[in-house]
């Protein structure tokens, strides 16, 4: 109980430290999607983007530390209606936890539809240098959204695809701290037509 109280206490400090820590240089983390792509196929409708951003040295430091950041991809399928708002008629999650291991100098990265948590019991890969893991978190190839069946062929549909650092998950003192903080905000949002064509 006593060390559970410690480690509590210590991961505390840790994030007082690195919230109180005062920035030097406003950094630009801007995220934008350089390619997404949308695909009818008898699978369903299959997603692929590239996200580019940069991780601000505030959340590097935190990682260094071994508290884990959190990712979200969401794509959600919309039917056009002419006369109300458009139809939301399929929608996709995919959570991503990035950790770094001090023991072993790696990277574990968790893949999973629903939240992931803390506990890290969850199946994932790990990669010997952080730019390796970040190429797996913004590249996404192939990501099953919809159904075939929740595509009508004679209406016109589209998706909006958003991405950001889910700042929900991260611990207390950390949710607290990144509430209006720029170098926090790393998010993007982008709408676009699914195309009568399948793939090539």
Avoid at 2 to 26: E, M, N
Avoid at 149 to 176: G, W
Wanted: overall charge neutral; glycine content about 4%; charged content about 25%.
């Amino acid at each position: 109980m006593h060390k559970a109280l410690a480690h509590a206490f210590y991961t505390a400090l840790a994030c007082c430290a690195l919230l109180c820590a005062p920035a030097a240089v406003a950094e630009s983390q801007a995220a934008e999607v350089s390619q997404l792509r949308l695909e009818r196929t008898d699978e369903g409708v299959l997603l692929s983007a590239n996200v580019k951003f940069e991780l601000p040295s505030v959340i590097d430091d935190a990682l260094a530390k071994g508290i884990p950041m959190f990712f979200t991809a969401e794509a959600v399928l919309f039917r056009d209606r002419w006369y109300w708002y458009d139809r939301q008629v399929a929608a996709a999650a995919r959570h991503m936890r990035l950790s770094y291991q001090p023991l072993t100098r790696r990277w574990r990265l968790v893949f999973s539809p629903t939240p992931i948590g803390n506990s890290g019991l969850a199946l994932g890969q790990t990669f010997d240098t952080r730019e390796e893991a970040l190429t797996a978190i913004q590249r996404i190839s192939h990501w099953k959204i919809a159904e075939a069946a929740d595509v009508d062929p004679d209406v016109r549909h589209n998706v909006d695809f958003r991405f950001r650092l889910d700042v929900s998950q991260l611990p207390r003192p950390f949710q607290i701290g990144a509430v209006g903080h720029a170098d926090w905000d790393i998010s993007v949002m982008r709408n676009q037509r699914l195309t009568i064509e399948g793939p090539r």
